[in-house]
């Protein structure tokens, strides 16, 4: 009883929390994870050796929320990202994240291999979608337009250096109830206060809003790079024009 009362009196508060980890693996990520685990028989010969080493630390070392492997000559260099207190995506990295993880992986490394590890980059992104809508749908289209766009950027369907096809979110647009057409859409590199200050690749159309060249249907991002849509409530513009000659 004593014990018990003991237990239940003490409290931690702690003054630095813990950031940056990632979330459970996924079923098709453990799948992967394993494959990749067995193959790799303990040491780095392949990219994909030295990622699943990486993600598979023992959870003292800490683990980065995203990561990507690329390599150059005989240097392999491995962007990182964590989550910040709020649970957004960070490329505001731990030193001693990286150190871990570049002295974890040094065990395993080819002689030859050099690691290198720095933090990757976010690129926030803005959308604009306007489109026509049967009489009396506005506010619902509106509202599921922006829920489709917003998830096609959740942590769980993106990733480092993987280019997205904006028509993926055309298609989807389009099967919401009470949409009649797609009239245009617009992707924009947001960066400024509140916003990360990386940009892509992709040729920029106007420098004062950002808007990209999307007119091959992809926005472009290097290996080191994430898309990300950090304010969804303000980042994505709707603009439901009603169809003229339409019953709703």
Same mark, same amino acid.
């Not at 098709?28 to 630390?57: C, G, H, P, W």
């Given at each position: ?16 929390? #813990? ?7 996924? &079923? ?16 780095a ?5 030295y ?8 959870? /003292? ?8 492997? !690329? ?15 709020? +649970?957004? &995506?960070? *490329? ?5 994240l990286?150190?871990?993880? #570049?002295?974890? @992986?040094?065990?395993?490394? %080819?002689?030859?291999?050099? !690691?290198?590890v720095?933090?990757?980059e976010?690129? =926030? ?6 489109? %026509?809508?049967?009489?009396?749908t ?6 599921? &337009? ?8 959740t942590? =769980?369907?993106? #990733? @480092?250096?993987k ?9 989807? !647009?389009t099967q919401?109830?009470g949409?009649?057409n797609?009239?245009y859409?617009k992707?924009?590199?947001?960066? +400024? ?13 106007? /420098? #004062?809003?950002?808007?990209l060249?999307?007119? *091959? *249907?992809?926005?472009?991002v290097?290996?080191?790079? @994430?898309l ?6 303000? =980042? ?5 024009l009603?169809?003229?000659? !339409?019953?709703?």
């Amino acid at each position: 009883a004593i014990n018990t009362t003991v237990k239940a009196s003490i409290s931690v508060t702690n003054t630095t929390p #813990a950031v940056g980890g990632s979330d459970e693996p996924s &079923i098709e990520e453990l799948r992967n994870y394993i494959s990749y685990n067995f193959s790799a028989q303990n040491r780095a010969v392949t990219l994909n050796d030295y990622k699943v080493l990486m993600m598979s630390m023992p959870s /003292t070392f800490g683990t980065p929320a995203k990561a990507s492997v !690329v390599q150059r000559q005989n240097k392999i260099e491995i962007g990182v990202l964590s989550y910040d207190s709020s +649970g957004n &995506i960070s *490329n505001e990295i731990s030193t001693l994240l990286m150190e871990n993880i #570049a002295n974890y @992986l040094s065990r395993y490394r %080819m002689i030859n291999d050099y !690691v290198l590890v720095k933090p990757a980059e976010v690129v =926030d992104l803005g959308f604009e979608i306007s489109v %026509m809508v049967e009489p009396g749908t506005q506010v619902q289209t509106s509202s599921k &337009i922006t829920k489709i766009i917003s998830d096609e950027f959740t942590n =769980d369907k993106i #990733a @480092l250096g993987k280019n997205y096809s904006v028509g993926e979110i055309v298609k989807k !647009v389009t099967q919401v109830d009470g949409v009649v057409n797609v009239n245009y859409i617009k992707a924009f590199n947001k960066t +400024g206060v509140g916003y990360s200050n990386n940009v892509t690749k992709q040729t920029v159309l106007d /420098t #004062a809003t950002g808007e990209l060249d999307i007119s *091959n *249907n992809y926005i472009i991002v290097d290996e080191y790079q @994430l898309l990300n849509i950090r304010k969804p409530d303000t =980042d994505i513009k709707v603009i439901p024009l009603v169809a003229t000659g !339409v019953s709703g």
